[in-house]
C-alpha cells in the first residue's frame, strides 16, 4: 500500500500573556472608560475573545463629574473633560461587582483617589471580585496630600501609592501613566521599584480646543484629555523608552484603531495593547485587532504572541517567552 503523508495541523498559535500572575487569553484589552463592563457590546462582537475589559475607574466617593460640555472632537482624536464620573465604591459593589461574574473574560478594576488612603481603600475593596484579575490604578488624579501634582507626575508620589496599594492587594497591580511629564524612565522605574506587577501607559495627553466664534474654550472645565491616533507617536515613543528600563510587563495604548498600530505598540516593547476611543466607531475594533496581530504571527513564523514584543527596540529589557516554549 503507497504511503499516504497526512498533513499536520499547525499548533494554534498562543495569543496568552501572562500580567504579574494574571493570564489573559490574548493580548488585546478595552481601555478604562471607553467600555463600561461590555454588556452593550456583546450584542456586536464577541467579548469573549478579549484579553480583558478594564472598568471605567472607581473612586472611593460618587462624583458628578465636570460641567458639561464634556467632550470636543478635534481631527484626530477625542478631547474629554469627564472628571471620573461615578456613583462611588460603595454603589459599585452592591449595584455593579455581582454582575462582573457574567463577563465573559477577565476583567481589570480601576481605581482612582486623590490621597494614597484612597486609593488604598478602593483598591483593597476590587481585590477578589468575581472575575478581577489584576487591578489598575488610574495615578493621573491630583495628590490633594502633596501640593495637587498627578501622582504619576511625581516619581515619589507614585511610589507611595503603590507601595501601599501592594501591601494590602493580593492581585497584580497596574499603575497607569500618563504623558505629561518631562522623562517617563524614572517614572516608569518608581513603578516597577515600588511593586508594581506591569504599567499601563498613555493615560490621555492634555489638550485644549478654543471655540473660535464665542472666544470660549469648548469644554467646560477648558482643559481635556486628548485621546485616539493623534497621540499614538506620542504613547509609542512612551513605550519604548519605559521598555528600556523596566523588566516588567506593559499594556500599551493610546490612538490604536487598526492591527498595525498595534503592531507598532508591541514592537516598541508592550506585552499588551488596550483600545478605548476607536471602539466609540467600531465596536468590533478588538477583534480586528487581534486578528492582524495573528496574521503577524502566521507571517513570521512566531509561536507565541511575546516573540513579537520589543522586536524593534535594540534595548529593550522587558520580558519575552521563555526559549523552547
Ligand atoms: C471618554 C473617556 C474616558 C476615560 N476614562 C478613563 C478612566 O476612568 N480611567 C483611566 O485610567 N483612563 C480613562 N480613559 C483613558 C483611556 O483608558 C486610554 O488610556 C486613552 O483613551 C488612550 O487610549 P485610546 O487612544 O485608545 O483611547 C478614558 C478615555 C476616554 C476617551
Redesign the pocket.
Known amino acids: 500500500m503507497a504511503d499516504v503523508t497526512v498533513p499536520q495541523a499547525a499548533p494554534a498559535p498562543d495569543l496568552s500573556v501572562r500580567i504579574g500572575s494574571a493570564t489573559l487569553r490574548a493580548p488585546v484589552i478595552a ?4 467600555y463600561n463592563k461590555g454588556d452593550e457590546f456583546g450584542r456586536l462582537t464577541d467579548v469573549g475573545r478579549y484579553g480583558a475589559i478594564t472598568l ?2 472607581i473612586t472611593r466617593y460618587p462624583r458628578l463629574g465636570n460641567d458639561m460640555p464634556r467632550l470636543a472632537m478635534t481631527p484626530a482624536g ?1 478631547l ?1 473633560a ?1 472628571g ?1 464620573q461615578g456613583p462611588g465604591l460603595d454603589h459599585f459593589l452592591h449595584h455593579v461587582a455581582p454582575a462582573l461574574q457574567d463577563v465573559p473574560t477577565a476583567v481589570i478594576a ?1 481605581a ?1 483617589g486623590f490621597s494614597v488612603d484612597e486609593f488604598v481603600t478602593v483598591a483593597a475593596a476590587l481585590d477578589g471580585l468575581p472575575n478581577v484579575v489584576a487591578i ?1 490604578l ?1 495615578v ?1 488624579c491630583p495628590n490633594v496630600e502633596r501640593e495637587g501634582r498627578c501622582f504619576a507626575a511625581d516619581a515619589a508620589s507614585l511610589a507611595q501609592v503603590v507601595a501601599a496599594v501592594k501591601q494590602r492587594v493580593r492581585l497584580p497591580v497596574i499603575p ?1 501613566l500618563m504623558p505629561n511629564v518631562t522623562d517617563i524612565r524614572p517614572i516608569a522605574r518608581a513603578a516597577q521599584d515600588a511593586g508594581a506587577d506591569a504599567i499601563s501607559l ?3 495627553v492634555r489638550g485644549l480646543v478654543i471655540d473660535v466664534e464665542r472666544a470660549q474654550p469648548v469644554l467646560a472645565n477648558a482643559a481635556g ?1 486628548l ?2 491616533p493623534a ?1 499614538r507617536p506620542i504613547a509609542v515613543h512612551a513605550v519604548w523608552e519605559a521598555a528600556q528600563v523596566v523588566t516588567i510587563p506593559i499594556i500599551g ?4 484603531a487598526e492591527g498595525t498600530d498595534a503592531l507598532e505598540f508591541l514592537f516598541a516593547g508592550a506585552t499588551a495593547v ?5 471602539n466609540f466607531r467600531r465596536p468590533d475594533v478588538h477583534l480586528r485587532v487581534l486578528e492582524a496581530i495573528e496574521r503577524e504571527m502566521f507571517r513570521r513564523g512566531c509561536r507565541r504572541v511575546g516573540e513579537l514584543t520589543g522586536l524593534a527596540n535594540p534595548g529593550f529589557a522587558g520580558p519575552r517567552p521563555a526559549a523552547g516554549l
Open positions: 481601555a478604562s472608560g471607553c471605567k475607574s477625542l474629554n469627564i471620573l480601576s482612582a489598575e488610574d493621573s497607569k498613555i493615560n490621555a484629555g485621546t485616539g497621540i495604548m493610546g490612538g490604536i488596550a483600545i478605548g476611543t476607536a
